[in-house]
DNA sequence: TGCATTTAGTTCGACATCGCATTACTTAGT
DNA sequence: ACTAAGTAATGCGATGTCGAACTAAATGCA
């Protein structure tokens, strides 16, 4: 491997260590037994719409079926969603949002205020978000690029 | 949250994302069963060094020691890494890379040579590492400022 | 229409993650 | 030296992740 190439992995390196940081940041905060991929769920639904396949969110979160049909399960017992046969196609099924899902959502947004507006205001406006277009544009090439 | 404070939870966000897809590519290419908890963690020995004790290295990783244990018994069992005891302190021990967990890693690291090699082509050198040194800032105030 | 193929979702079994309680050892205070 | 408190690692149980096999329904094609 080339020295851009090590200079690559060491950007994923650095990727999967703030991710873990981040990630035990706002687990500490989630509401009672929510766990960060509960919320992520929910986050989706939330920003993207509801209305979707099971199968749909899978593809979007790059899952398995089978963990899909497990984090919608716990979410259906908290009735954060509700899954309604698909009307067109008897295999599927359709996810809703309920409303305690997106007071769920909410309350859980709000426990992250706090460590939020900290890392703003010790990094400075602008150091975090600055970033955001250069990782939209990787985002949207490996997406787009799976199973490289 | 604030205008800019949804602009860090979006970065977060796309940070995660970009785990989930990198992490993705290169599950599917590491050595049989090799997890991508096993390789950071080979990773992590071969570029800090070695002779860490399990609990520096749940530390490290911001994983309860639990999970270590049982990370360190799977490289152990695969004979990657050696456990000594703890020279001045009976409850501790020791992690030693193998010449096996060596050559696993570098195994490893070639392994995903191709994938890299083709992202790097299709972004353009610098789309990437550019963003290097901005994340090495944040993963260094995430690391030090923990249980934010 | 009839039947093979494909697709959506689930079940099941294996492994990963992690909180809680336990054991062994060290350290601090007296 | 003795005891209490703290610390390193592990055992156990609950939950999350995921591949293989399965069921039911849709689709393709003769």
Redesign the interface.
Known sequence: ?DE??R????????????????????A?RLPDGLHVSHF?LL?HLVRLGDEKTPLALASA??VPKTTMTHTLAVLEKRAAIRLAPHPSDGRSKIVFLTDAGCKLHADA??S??D??????D??G?G??????P??????A???Q????
Do not use: C, H, W
């Not at 200079?7 to 706002?26: D, H, K, M, P, S």
């Not at 690029?145 to 490289?148: A, E, P």
């Open positions: 491997m851009e190439g200079r690559v992995f060491r950007f994923f390196n650095e990727i999967g260590i703030i991710n873990q940081l981040a990630g035990a940041i706002f500490a992520a986050n979160f790059q947004i709000a992250m205020a460590p939020i507006r900290k890392i703003t010790d990094l406006d150091t975090i978000s600055d970033l955001i250069q990782l939209e544009k990787i985002r090439y490996l997406d690029n799976r199973g490289i």
